[in-house]
């Protein structure tokens, strides 16, 4: 069991944050900064998309909300905090300096996902005793699959605005003072390989990954029992670290050499993608193949996405970062790491993900 999983890590981990640096580097050196950070969030997600059909193939609903939900805070308070936390340590002497545009934009979007999953998960409080489990369900399903559709459109939306409309806003923003001090300490930066070599080494690499991640998925719930650990941390904290990897090290890499508009573009596209584009793509997939996937997340993981979405704007509304502010935000990580891991409370065999869910109309899932 531990060995695939060992071989999946292993290989996620080196080959695919490899191929996605080769990809940003060729597009940082032709100056294409908004599809450099596009590029590498895009393939650094591609584990999670992957993973995210198979465990719907065997009809664990709860494991993609899992690990989608875990892959959204990890972007957000993990990768970003440890690249605030390492440029601004490695720039101590200044204090550094990015573009707010791209920021808020992103943010704007990641507070449209939240209220898609916050409405289905009120329609529970909301109705009177009258209204039966069943139709609360068909409700929050049926309201479900429609804010998928219109964050799929959002999300195209997104990308004519960074691509076409607006680059400008996703372009990496130097001024003089920024020429002179680079200057000292940059190296100029070439493609290893080539632009369409590398596509062709992801997809190779996507094929295998998409075969070692069968594994990942059918034995998260004999490591949950080997380990002693709750299925909510396995798949909220450990994948989403090791999925997002690539994420990771690209953006400590450009916050190291103070360009921290590209590992705002990478953190934050990242998890930009997987709200408005993974998620709601996961539950068209799941209508498609009969299966009643909603947008309740529940109370405790939605409230996490919230709060780390309020902490992480905040964090960045004045357009500047040290390492105080990386440090809060990898001090919130490991609360909600903390919170997921004393979550101990025994959960039936043959549920999915651990988590047994309300009722026969798929609506959220809750502990029991």
């Known amino acids: 069991m531990s060995k695939p999983r060992r071989s999946y890590y292993s290989l996620r981990r080196n080959a695919s944050n490899n191929v996605d640096r080769i990809l940003l580097a060729h597009s940082v050196v032709h100056g294409a900064m908004a599809v450099g950070g596009l590029l590498n969030a895009t393939c650094g997600n591609a584990t999670e998309l992957i993973i995210a059909i198979l465990a719907l193939a065997n009809n664990k609903v709860a494991v993609v909300k899992y690990s989608l939900l875990g892959s959204i805070l990890s972007n957000l308070l993990l990768v970003l905090g440890s690249s605030l936390v390492c440029g601004g340590i490695a720039n101590i002497r200044r204090e550094q300096r990015f573009d707010r545009k791209q920021a808020d934009v ?61 680059r400008q806003f996703f372009e990496a923003q130097e001024d003089d003072e920024d020429d002179a001090y680079n200057d000292e300490v940059t190296v100029e930066e070439t493609p290893v390989i080539g632009f369409w070599s590398g596509f062709a ?39 989403p670290i090791v999925g997002n990897a690539a994420e990771h090290a690209g953006a400590i890499i450009f916050a190291f050499k103070n360009k921290l508009d590209i590992s705002l573009g990478v953190a934050l596209g990242s998890a930009t993608q997987i709200s408005l584009f993974v998620v709601p793509l996961s539950v068209i997939v799941a209508w498609i193949m009969g299966i009643k996937m909603d947008l309740n997340f529940n109370i405790l993981e939605t409230s996490c996405l919230a709060l780390a979405i309020i902490i992480t704007a905040f964090t960045l509304q004045d357009g500047t970062s040290h390492y105080m502010k990386g440090l809060v935000l990898l001090l919130c990580y490991v609360i909600v790491a903390t919170c997921f891991f004393f979550d101990q409370i025994p959960q039936p065999k043959g549920t999915g993900l651990g988590m047994q869910p309300k009722n026969s109309e798929g609506g959220g899932f809750v502990s029991t």
């Open 106 to 166: 992103n943010f704007f979007l990641l507070l449209m996902g939240l209220l898609c999953h916050l409405l289905p998960l009120l329609l529970k409080y909301a109705a009177t005793g009258e209204a039966s489990t069943s139709l609360i369900n068909k409700m929050s399903l049926s309201l479900s699959r429609t804010s998928s559709i219109v964050m799929l459109i959002a999300y195209i939306a997104y990308l004519i605005f960074q691509l076409w409309t607006h």
């Open 201 to 239: 080494w992801l997809a190779g690499m996507t094929l295998v990954i998409a075969l070692l991640s069968e594994y990942v998925v059918a034995t998260i719930e004999d490591a949950s029992d080997s380990w002693g650990l709750s299925v909510s941390f396995i798949s909220i904290i450990l994948l």
